[in-house]
Structure formats: structure tokens, C-alpha cells
């Protein structure tokens, strides 16, 4: 069985590299990854921190997860990093996604934050999300 976390990475994936909306404001193309790749050029999206707690009850298992999508803009443009992020947010706030081997209960967009990197004066955008899964 696939982990609820990876399930709904993947569920993530597949509802956003579809979107030419979200590509165009990419670049071209989602650029959504697991890990930053080398010499990439913003803009583009990870998956940041994630954690999944028990969330089940007496007759099925589930988890909570709260998680988070790291959006790095293009040099000098913070605008280009939140339009991405709000583009995210839309796509997947209070959608039914469905997820390999469990169930979607419930995804909502908790927060957004943008803040500068003081080493490569980039700028992030944070998108922070909570879903609800059982098993499938």
C-alpha cells in the first residue's frame, strides 16, 4: 500500500501538470519537484515540509497532513512566485483528488506566505495545506 504522504504527492502532481495555466505562469511547463534540481531557474515548485499524525477512529484509519509547497520566484519578481502559489491554490483547495489506496476527506489551503532569501535574494512563496485521508 502507498503511504498516505506519497499518495497524495502524487495526486498533487498529477492535478497541477495538467493545468497550462499553472505552466505558462512556470514557464512552460509545471516544475514541480521533490527536491531542488541543479541549476534550476525560477520559476519553480517544491514539495517542502510535511507531517502526517493519526488520525483515525474506531472504525477506519486515517491521518492528518499538514504540508506545504515552496514556490522560488524569478530574480527581482516576488509577483511571479504568488501568482504560482495562488495558481496552486486554486487547483487544489477543496478538490476531490483522488489518491492511490486512500481517500480524500478533505484538502484546504491554510496559508500563504512569501519571505526573500538573504542568500540568493530570490523570493519564496510557501503555500501551507491540511488534508484529511483514510484508507482506501
Same mark, same amino acid.
Given at each position: /500500500?502507498?503511504?498516505?504522504?506519497?499518495?497524495?504527492?502524487?495526486?498533487?502532481?498529477?492535478?497541477?501538470?495538467?493545468?497550462? +495555466?499553472?505552466?505558462?505562469? /512556470? %514557464?512552460?511547463?509545471?516544475?514541480?519537484?521533490? !527536491?531542488?534540481?541543479?541549476?534550476?531557474?525560477?520559476?519553480?515548485?517544491?514539495? %517542502?515540509?510535511? +507531517?502526517?499524525?493519526?488520525?483515525?477512529?474506531?472504525?477506519?484509519?486515517? $491521518? +492528518?497532513?499538514?504540508?506545504?509547497?515552496?514556490?522560488?520566484? !524569478?530574480? %527581482?519578481?516576488?509577483?511571479? %512566485?504568488?501568482?504560482?502559489? !495562488?495558481?496552486?491554490? /486554486?487547483?487544489?483547495?477543496?478538490?476531490?483528488?483522488?489518491?492511490?489506496? $486512500?481517500?480524500?476527506?478533505?484538502?484546504?489551503?491554510?496559508?500563504?506566505?512569501? $519571505?526573500?532569501?538573504?542568500?540568493?535574494?530570490?523570493?519564496?512563496?510557501?503555500? $501551507?495545506?491540511?488534508?484529511?485521508? +483514510?484508507?482506501?
Amino acid at each position: /500500500m502507498t503511504s498516505p504522504i506519497l499518495a497524495l504527492r502524487r495526486a498533487i502532481m498529477d492535478a497541477s501538470s495538467v493545468d497550462a +495555466e499553472l505552466a505558462s505562469l /512556470m %514557464g512552460g511547463s509545471v516544475r514541480l519537484y521533490d !527536491e531542488p534540481p541543479r541549476n534550476a531557474e525560477p520559476v519553480y515548485a517544491l514539495f %517542502g515540509d510535511v +507531517e502526517a499524525k493519526d488520525w483515525s477512529t474506531d472504525t477506519d484509519r486515517g $491521518h +492528518e497532513q499538514v504540508l506545504s509547497l515552496v514556490v522560488w520566484s !524569478e530574480r %527581482g519578481s516576488a509577483r511571479s %512566485g504568488l501568482a504560482a502559489a !495562488e495558481r496552486f491554490a /486554486m487547483l487544489l483547495d477543496d478538490v476531490p483528488l483522488a489518491l492511490d489506496g $486512500h481517500r480524500l476527506v478533505n484538502l484546504r489551503v491554510t496559508a500563504i506566505a512569501s $519571505h526573500r532569501d538573504k542568500d540568493t535574494q530570490l523570493s519564496r512563496v510557501t503555500l $501551507h495545506l491540511r488534508a484529511v485521508t +483514510e484508507r482506501a
